[in-house]
């Protein structure tokens, strides 16, 4: 026997309910949402994500008289495990450039360090989804009009991985 359609049981990824429940825990910590921490090792890589992560994101006290769009990028406050701050400090430069990358736009100007221990459970909260070459090449059409190159790729890849996830879940 099975269920009709319209008394089936809502159901939900995991991953979708927790990124919602820490945004607002994020946000008091300067974080938009919670994209930088959750893809942080995407973001500096399997390497660098052992030893540092993103614990705020301080973002500049606003001119009273400065324009909406004048205002200074954050600097992204990052806990490094003692030892490999001088390695961060050699590639602060690009970590920036890609945490800007992956956003779509420059949020952060300025990388701040503090040494101290870095969960070793950690484990990243969505599961990437596996590369799917039709969904990235149909998402690189779709912000193929896009001229500003950050953006189009930021849009790439978020458009890859929802096709992604909309297929997968069609072939369950």
Do not use: Y
């Amino acid at each position: 026997m099975s269920i009709p359609p319209r008394s089936r049981p809502k159901t939900f990824a995991l991953a979708d309910l927790t990124a919602k429940a820490m945004d607002p825990v994020l946000a008091k910590q300067g974080f938009g949402a919670a994209d930088i921490v959750l893809n942080w090792e995407e973001i500096v890589g399997e390497r660098l994500a052992r030893v540092c992560e993103p614990i705020k994101l301080q973002w500049p006290t606003r001119a009273p008289k400065a324009e909406p769009g004048q205002m200074e990028p954050a600097s992204l406050i990052v806990r490094v495990e003692s030892g490999f701050a001088v390695e961060l400090q050699h590639v602060g430069a690009t970590i920036i450039e890609r945490v800007n990358t992956h956003l779509g736009w420059r949020c952060v100007g300025k990388l701040l360090l503090r040494q101290g221990p870095v969960g070793k459970t950690k484990k990243a909260a969505r599961a990437k989804p596996a590369h799917d070459p039709v969904a990235r090449q149909q998402a690189a059409a779709e912000a193929a009009p896009i001229e500003d190159e950050g953006l189009r790729d930021a849009l790439t890849r978020l458009g890859e991985r929802v096709l992604a996830e909309k297929r997968a879940k069609s072939q369950m």
